[in-house]
């Protein structure tokens, strides 16, 4: 069962150009949600999260959309750079109970110069 | 300060031989977690840990055991390792509810 659905798979965007990654939760009980980066050979790491009190956070180039009552949320990359490719993970948990960060199934991202 | 620290980072095992994953991590973060990363299916929780002595199941248990005797150490072991169990194991870490997980370098394993 797939709590948290992500698309697309993969992407290639020119430098510069904004990538959009999407996913989509069915667990109303989520109140974070964070985005994960993992370059290859390397464990993820938390690029920038958001709760359900705010549509949009922006930290850098890096900016979460959210939809509350649509249950999606999404990833956009401004100016994007070679330097971003990367394989990202959206990720969602409650906090209640324990945490159990529920993954979505990732998007390789790919920016050619 | 070292983070997650996973040992070993590469294993090749035989199908039906046992093994120990050891995760150490130096934050003094209450919660641990054992994850696998297969292709097309992202990460997915085998079990995790909300203090020393606790264990609790994920969603992918089966195959696997886990023990926190100590706060710093969170072990996985492979009892009779399958093919299927041929993954990267991610060892992550936080202080406890909605914060930020802290993850290793990973484990790749390759059962035969």
């Known amino acids: 069962q797939q709590q948290v659905k992500q698309s697309p798979q993969s992407l290639i965007v020119q430098k510069g150009g904004i990538p959009i990654i999407n996913c989509a939760y069915e667990?109303?009980?989520?109140?974070?949600f964070p985005w994960y980066q993992q370059f290859p050979g390397k464990g993820p790491a938390l690029l920038i999260a958001?709760?359900?009190?705010?549509s949009e956070k922006k930290e850098g180039r890096f900016t979460i959309s959210f939809n509350k009552s649509a249950k999606q949320f999404s990833l956009h990359i401004m100016d994007s750079q070679p330097g971003d490719s990367a394989t990202y993970f959206c990720?969602?948990?409650?906090?209640?109970?324990?945490?159990?960060?529920?993954f979505g199934t990732g998007t390789r991202l790919l920016v050619s110069p | 300060n070292a983070g997650v620290t996973q040992t070993p980072k590469f294993r090749v095992l035989k199908t039906g031989q046992s093994m120990t994953l050891l995760c150490a991590q130096d934050?003094?973060?209450?919660?641990m977690y054992w994850y696998r990363q297969d292709p097309g299916m992202g990460l997915r929780l085998i079990h995790y840990?909300?203090?020393?002595?606790?264990?609790a199941k994920g969603e992918v248990p089966d195959g696997y055991n886990v023990s926190r005797l100590k706060k710093q150490n969170f072990l996985l072991g492979l009892e009779s390792a399958a093919p299927s169990q041929t993954s990267v194991y991610f060892c992550?870490?936080?202080?406890?509810?909605?914060?930020?997980?802290?993850f290793g370098q990973g484990t790749r394993l390759t059962v035969v």
């Open positions: 958001i709760r359900p009190d705010v």
């Open positions: 992550a870490s936080s202080t406890g509810l909605n914060t930020e997980a802290f």
């Open positions: 934050m003094n973060h209450e919660y």
């Open positions: 840990s909300v203090g020393e002595g606790t264990t």
């Open positions: 667990n109303t009980a989520f109140d974070y």
């Open positions: 990720a969602a948990s409650r906090g209640t109970g324990f945490q159990k960060l529920v």
